[in-house]
Nanobody, 122 residues
């Protein structure tokens, strides 16, 4: 079992910044890919960013590239999402997720956090 816990979400104004954290516990040695997703009200869950345990193969969705940064602290089994220049469209519940392999769809992720709310006001 692996448990993921997100933190850091809050209400911010347009143009502000937030840093989200995802702390993993349990059998973390099984994790290969770490990612962030978000889900806006009335929308489907959307991929945001991913990174692998060695720190390579970083990928961002087009909507956040240049504004968000994913990073990893291997020693702490924790990964982060630094979000800058936030827009109202970034509002949603943000989830961290982990896979034992290289997922090609949301359903192929093995572990999920409970989500943390990010609200960007205009």
């Amino acid at each position: 079992q692996v448990q993921l816990v997100e933190s850091g979400g809050e209400l911010v104004q347009t143009g502000g910044s937030l840093r989200l954290s995802c702390a993993a516990s349990g059998h973390t040695g099984s994790i290969y890919t770490m990612s962030w997703f978000r889900q806006a009200p009335g929308k489907e869950r959307e991929f945001v960013a991913s990174i692998r345990w060695a720190g390579g193969n970083i990928y961002y969705s087009d909507s956040v590239k240049g504004r968000f940064t994913i990073s990893l602290d291997n020693a702490k089994s924790t990964w982060y999402l630094q979000m800058n220049s936030l827009k109202p469209q970034d509002t949603g519940v943000y989830y961290c997720a982990a896979s034992r392999a290289i997922p090609t769809s949301t359903s192929q992720y093995d572990y999920w956090g409970q989500g943390t709310q990010v609200t960007v006001s205009s």
